[in-house]
């Protein structure tokens, strides 16, 4: 009897440990379509399903807003500052950036996701935590944007074919006129 119950409890502590990696793997899907959304509705030229997360992070943080600016016409401060504490998540990533379907540019960058609130935050709202500041400074020299080696390949065959063909024009130009 004591065995039975024994398997019984280990086959549930087994299934119950197999579903939540599959729960934490849904959660992420999710959150790579929100940021997939994001990234095509905000950065220009995005080519889509192209970023890959570099690394993430998460937190129960503070998140400071700014909800109503001050006016500066007036004399008095009519700035209202929310504060509250949500979880908070950053991701860096790399993405693609595809211009003219020809040239693409590989872009490293941050974003903040408020889970509780489900939207995205800038840097100023949430950098006032210290863990986030100190991920933040773990990757800030990472940020660039540069060009993919085919396309600077690309790009300096366009740029000798704008030198070279009028050399060559010049040349068999010249080649006709010196023979009369």
Known sequence: MKKGICCFLFAVLLSVGSLMPAKAADAEREFEDILEEQLRSTVHYYNENSFTVIDAYGMQGKVTK?????????????????????????????????????????????????????????????????????????????????????????????????ITVPLFIMIFQNRGRSKT
Do not use: C, W
């Not at 020809?102 to 996701?113: E, M």
């Not at 949430?126 to 990757?139: A, C, D, P, Q, T």
């Open 66 to 162: 700014i909800v109503t600016a001050d006016d500066p016409q007036t004399s008095e401060n009519e700035e209202v500052i929310e504060e509250y504490t949500s979880h908070i998540g950053i991701v860096f990533l790399e993405m693609e950036q595809k211009r003219d379907d020809l040239f693409i540019f590989k872009k490293k960058d941050f974003f903040y996701y408020d889970f509780d609130k489900k939207e995205f935050l800038t840097a100023s709202n949430v950098l006032g935590n210290e863990s986030i500041r100190e991920f933040f400074e773990r990757y800030v020299d990472d940020i660039e944007k540069s060009i993919t080696p085919i396309s600077k390949l690309l790009f300096l065959f366009f740029l000798s074919f704008i």
